[in-house]
């Protein structure tokens, strides 16, 4: 879907926004205004306005795609749409400013509007390369297939584990208990567990199977083979995670942060016309 | 002796499945190892747990290892002791009851895994959170709270502070209720945050308090708040004369448009200008004025304001044009070069001859960009004395106009007259008496006022001829009585160029002759403006990279003081006839 959102009805969302970005720039070029170009002039208005209403349309994004069937464009133009006129709206909304910017609710608007785009171009960036990578990752089927592999190693350690000695139990059981998958929003997003119970067995089993002998060597070296595919396992699956938090967490800028520039574009334009 | 274990299992459907086996042993030995006679195969239950070992008088439970056992007796975390019929150890999830003996066995054990540790799968999946919608922060809270905070801080709060805190009356006794609402004690002026940039540099003062010029909210700044001000800002057309309404009735804010930063609130473009002028017939058809678009490449020729006819009192405006170059005539005979001559000039009274330079007369004076009036009595007076008298030759004429000369002619010898003690060598003795004597009689002061009215109109004719006034004043006979003269009035030009703005000061490292041949001008009908390509040498417009650029307003006022001011705006006066 990440491929045909940008080549689709081959490239019309594209063809418009360069059109709109060509007129827009050409206007802000022949535009001689009084002083410096602000948002004040007519051209200023007209840039504002059409920048405030892809602002809004844009952010219906959100409702439209939670209704099928509603109107006469599919779900892939509004995709699309998004997509090319979002970027665009980057420049439309810099000609408005006329390059005047200041630590004000106008300017945080434009920087919120700024960081929308920025993690909206990230959202693109992931949905086009993460998919890939994490079906190259998971390799053998689906995510709960690998899942019943983990657990079925943990039963595995158990049954193998039983003759040890108590230290290695403890240590099988705690790989079993203790070992998370995720975990916090970093966690997820770091792909990596320093403190993952099963590795820490891993690593201290190994050690002390060294000292044992006879069906207790035996039976340590068959753990360790067990609990290092487990790990092997793990990391596989937390690599997986971290592509799929990476797929969603410019969400949890791309959506607050749109909602926050909802508001501050209503205050900007309230409070240019409240002290005219 | 022989043992029953009997292994309970809870099978799906809540029915009991049981095991039963039979060892035969000295000690029962419980535990997770193989080795055990009682095998608990659980996470939670140590290699070896304990041992169950007759005594007298029955059974005995002895705990093994380090202490570290999870075991209870009926419930109760103890580790070792008697055991009967009935009693329940608990071990880790196990629980172990002891049956009544059955059979060929001495001891029998119910064992049943009553505290399952869960299931492998269901615990990694109980640990793990692999959305981030299960990491506790949701997408709605943090849009939810951003845009409250955005909406609290940039217009609740600027909006209460604007039009619901009181500024008036600080010194008013204060509830701590309205203490908390006064806007003195906040840290920060609400509506600063609505500042769409800085105000000008003049303006400065006003940045604090936005409502002194934004009076009513969704109202355009509205002119009287400049003019509160700015009262005698003039029109830039008479509206008498143009009906140019966008030009007379344009709110001020049409064109000085605030909050551009540092930016002069004064518009310093040259587009602003040569937008009408560049073609002024459009805008205005019968304008007198030239059209111009660039200073450097497209401004017309000098035509300064010449007195062509001072008698008459005719100025005019004249092309510098160095085939037909204006002529003055102010009425005054003056010559610069004369004046300028490098071997100096006589001073009375002073062997020295004096070099003058162009200072000597044309003091600078800032406050008009320009030079402050020659002066007679300042500037000419050191040579050109204005004394009649040669027996008392410090006494000087007023320089003004004829009547006063007489006048004052007249009263200086008829005082010498009746004083007495005159040193002029012809006069009656009467005159030349001593003074302080005697009075005189009637007949001594009819000869002595005959006298001194005989010697003014003498001092008169004298003065009015060549060598006083006549040196730089045009003087006629009006009539054949004795002092009837009368001099032609002069006009000597203060601006020549009165629409625009030369300052001089600012052009101190050229030197007055760069631009004016005054050296070389013999003729008191010179005029010594330079030519406009003078200026171009050096200025050019707007965009001139190899000159100085140039707008406009570098010489040229927009509100024109001779016009009326531009508000209260007076009504066009060819419409209300019309």
């Known amino acids: 879907m990440h491929t045909s959102i940008l080549l689709f009805r081959n490239f019309r969302y594209l063809k418009i926004s360069v059109a709109i970005l060509a007129v827009s720039i050409i206007a802000y070029a022949i535009h001689d205004p009084l002083g410096k170009p602000n948002g004040g002039t007519w051209l200023g208005y007209t840039l504002g306005g059409l920048a405030a209403f892809l602002i809004v349309w844009l952010a219906w994004f959100g409702v439209r795609k939670r209704q099928y069937g509603v109107g006469k464009l599919l779900l892939e133009d509004w995709a699309s749409a998004h997509v090319y006129l979002g970027l665009s709206l980057l420049v439309i909304a810099t000609l ?17 509007m700024v960081l929308v785009i920025g993690s909206g171009a990230f959202g693109l960036y992931a949905y086009m390369r993460y998919p890939r990578l994490r079906s190259v990752k998971r390799g053998e089927g689906s995510l709960g297939d690998v899942w019943e592999l983990v657990a079925g190693m943990s039963r595995d ?4 584990a039983r003759d040890l000695p108590d230290e290695v139990y403890g240590l099988v059981e705690a790989a079993d208990k203790k070992t998370r998958i995720g975990g916090s929003m970093w966690r997820q997003l770091s792909g990596t567990n320093p403190n993952c119970a099963s590795t820490n067995a891993l690593d201290q089993v190994r050690d002390l199977a060294e000292g044992y002998s006879g069906r207790e060597a035996d039976a340590a070296r068959r753990l360790v083979t067990v609990l290092a595919r487990k790990v092997e396992l793990l990391t596989r699956i937390r690599k997986d995670i971290q592509y799929k938090a990476l797929m969603d967490i410019w ?25 005219w | 002796m022989q043992v029953l274990v009997r ?6 459907d809540g029915a009991i499945a049981t095991r039963d086996e039979l060892v035969g042993c000295e000690t029962v030995n419980l535990g997770r190892g193989t080795d055990n006679e009682v095998e608990l195969p659980a996470a939670g239950v140590l ?9 007298e008088g029955g059974l005995f439970f002895e705990a093994e290892g380090d202490g570290s056992n999870n075991i209870s007796f009926d419930g109760k975390p103890i580790d070792s002791g008697s055991v009967k019929v009935g009693s329940v150890i608990g071990i880790g999830p196990y629980d172990v009851t002891v049956l009544p003996p059955e059979g060929e066995a001495e001891i029998a054990l119910a064992v049943e895994l009553v505290r399952p540790i869960g299931d492998a799968l269901e615990t990694l999946r109980a640990n793990s959170r692999t959305r981030l919608e299960q990491s506790g922060i949701g997408k709605r809270p943090l849009a939810w709270g951003a845009i409250a905070l955005i909406l609290l801080a940039f217009f609740v709060w600027p909006v209460i502070d604007v039009y619901v805190i009181d500024r008036a009356d600080p010194d008013l006794l204060k509830s701590p209720l309205e203490m908390s609402t006064d806007s003195e004690n906040w840290p920060l002026a609400g509506d600063l945050a609505w500042v769409t940039g800085p105000i000008s540099g003049p303006h400065k003062f006003l940045a604090q308090n936005c409502s002194s010029c934004h009076e009513r909210p969704f109202v355009q700044v509205q002119d009287d708040v400049c003019t509160d001000c700015h009262a005698e800002i003039a029109h830039h057309v008479d509206p008498k004369v143009h009906e140019l309404p966008e030009v007379t009735t344009a709110l001020c804010q049409t064109c000085h448009k605030e909050h551009q930063g540092n930016e002069p609130i004064i518009r310093q473009d040259q587009a602003f200008c040569s937008s009408c002028h560049e073609g002024l017939q459009d805008v205005a058809g019968d304008t007198k004025l030239a059209n111009v678009s660039n200073f450097g490449s497209n401004h017309p020729e000098f035509r300064p304001s010449v007195v062509t006819d001072a008698t008459a009192g005719t100025v005019e405006r004249v092309l510098l044009d160095t085939a037909n170059w204006p002529v003055e005539n102010s009425n005054l005979a003056f010559t610069h070069k004369k004046h300028l001559n490098p071997q100096g000039i006589l001073v009375p009274g002073q062997r020295e001859r004096r070099v003058m330079d162009c200072a000597d007369c044309h003091a600078s004076d800032d406050a008009d960009y320009g030079f402050s009036a020659v002066v007679m009595e300042d500037h000419c007076g050191e040579c050109h004395q204005l004394n009649f008298e040669p027996t008392v030759p410090t006494r000087l004429l007023p320089h003004g106009n004829v009547e006063t000369v007489v006048e004052s002619l007249r009263e200086f010898y008829g005082n010498l007259a009746l004083r007495g003690g005159a040193q002029v060598v012809d006069a009656p003795a009467v005159v030349r008496r001593r003074p302080g004597g005697r009075s005189l009689n009637e007949e001594e002061r009819l000869e002595a006022l005959d006298w001194a009215n005989k010697a003014a109109e003498d001092a008169g004719d004298r003065v009015f001829a060549k060598s006083v006034c006549g040196t730089c004043h045009e003087v006629t006979r009006t009539g ?15 601006r020549w160029l009165p629409k625009g703005r030369f300052d001089h000061s600012r052009h101190s490292s050229s030197d007055c002759v760069d631009c004016h041949a005054a050296p070389d001008s013999d003729k008191a009908t010179d005029v010594l403006l330079p030519q406009i390509a003078t200026c171009q040498a050096c200025h050019g417009g707007e965009s001139a990279v190899d000159r100085v650029p140039s707008t406009c307003i570098a010489c040229h006022d927009f509100h024109f003081d001779f016009h009326q001011p531009m508000r209260p705006f007076v009504q066009n006066a060819h419409a209300e006839e019309g």
């Open chain 2, 480 to 494: 054949d009585g004795p002092l009837d003269y009368s001099l032609a009035p002069v006009i000597v030009t203060d």
């Open chain 1, 157 to 160: 350690c158990y049954e193998i």
């Open chain 1, 251 to 275: 969400l949890y800028f791309h959506i607050p942060l749109s909602v926050a520039l909802l508001g501050a574009l209503a205050i900007h334009i309230i409070s240019v016309f409240l002290y």
């Open chain 2, 7 to 12: 292994y309970l299992t809870k099978k799906r």
């Open chain 1, 96 to 112: 408005h400013s006329g390059f005047q910017f200041g630590i004000n609710i106008h300017t945080l608007a434009y920087a919120l």
């Open chain 2, 47 to 55: 290699l070896h747990e304990g041992v169950l070992h007759k005594r």
